[in-house]
């Protein structure tokens, strides 16, 4: 009998029922779980609109806020992996369409003229939109938190707002997440508390360390040792040079082995040769909801997490896990 309580009482003791997991869905949602919400956002001072994908959590309660920025020539339906997990987690989801680095660049172009119209989205132009894209969202989710009767009424704590981005997205989170230009006083808004950087890139002009000298806030960085684009000019020096010029403080790096570009995406990109890894998918998961969780939600466990040996329980043996 008392062997039994003993068991009894070590299933329920907080530490054993209380262990932290990063993919765990708890209660698990049923595939069949509510349909993303789809809105758009008219930026009249711009005479723009940005389409977005919005994934939202059960709770009606405020929830924090994790916003992505797809890709060259994606859009908001791209890397849905994401926004199901991290909504079933608990966080609001926002996922932003970009025009004019979207998939019109490449749908309304013949298949031999698609590299070459991409090529040319890939512009100053279009950085400058994607960047003032990220405020005027967050201008609009402010306003439909407050408005009596919208979808959004009530759902977001804007006091937790996390930025994320792969390829042209990374480079827009960088920009709006703390990343300096070489010249100007930059498109940092103070409103984001963390960043996702995935497929990171160090500024093709100056000083990586200048540029990145005054990133305050916490920043993870993902990418893989085969994570090189055709358009852009990234190279893996670039991916990688990003995270030692970052100041010390609540800064993570995860380099996934034989990882490609598209390892961030939900298909292999036209000219890949190596084929998938399914636990590239279950690491970007983790990590980064162990992210969201630890500085959206300060989640004590989540940096418990991060910070000890636990992480290396979703990786494999030659992915590299850096932190400072």
Request: no cysteine; aromatic share 6%; hydrophobic share 40%.
């Amino acid at each position: 009998m008392r062997l039994v309580l003993l068991v009894l009482l070590l299933a329920t003791s907080p530490s054993v029922r209380a262990q932290y997991d990063p993919l765990r869905i708890d209660p698990p949602r049923a595939d069949q779980h509510a349909a993303p919400l789809d809105l758009s956002v008219d930026d009249q001072p711009r005479a723009r609109e940005i389409p977005l994908r919005v994934y939202l959590p059960d709770s009606s309660d405020p929830a924090p806020l994790a916003m992505f920025s797809h890709g060259l020539g994606g859009s908001r339906e791209m890397s849905a992996y994401l926004g199901k997990h991290w909504s079933a987690r608990g966080y609001v989801v926002v996922f932003l369409q970009h025009p004019g680095s979207d998939d019109s660049v490449w749908k309304e172009a013949r298949p031999l003229q698609r590299m070459a119209a991409m090529r040319q989205a890939a512009n100053l132009e279009n950085f400058l939109l994607r960047a003032g894209d990220v405020p005027a969202t967050i201008d609009a989710l402010q306003r439909w938190n407050s408005q009596s009767g919208h979808a959004l009424a009530g759902r977001i704590d804007l006091q937790r707002i996390g930025m994320s981005g792969h390829s042209f997205g990374a480079v827009t989170t960088q920009a709006v997440s703390g990343q300096s230009p070489p010249v100007g006083k930059g498109f940092t808004d103070p409103r984001i508390k963390a960043a996702v950087v995935m497929s990171p890139s160090t500024p093709r002009g100056g000083s990586a360390a200048k540029a990145f000298a005054d990133v305050s806030i916490p920043w993870m960085l993902l990418t893989g040792t085969k994570d090189i684009s055709p358009i852009g000019g990234a190279d893996l020096d670039s991916r990688l040079g990003v995270y030692p010029a970052l100041p010390p403080g609540d800064k993570y790096e995860l380099v996934m082995h034989n990882a490609q570009h598209s390892a961030f995406t939900e298909r292999a990109l036209p000219g890949e040769k190596h084929p998938r890894n399914p636990n590239h998918h279950r690491a970007i998961l983790a990590v980064t909801t162990a992210f969201w969780d630890a500085y959206l939600k300060d989640d004590a466990q989540a940096k418990q997490w991060l910070a000890g040996d636990a992480v290396r329980g979703v990786l494999e043996a030659d992915d590299t896990w850096k932190k400072k």
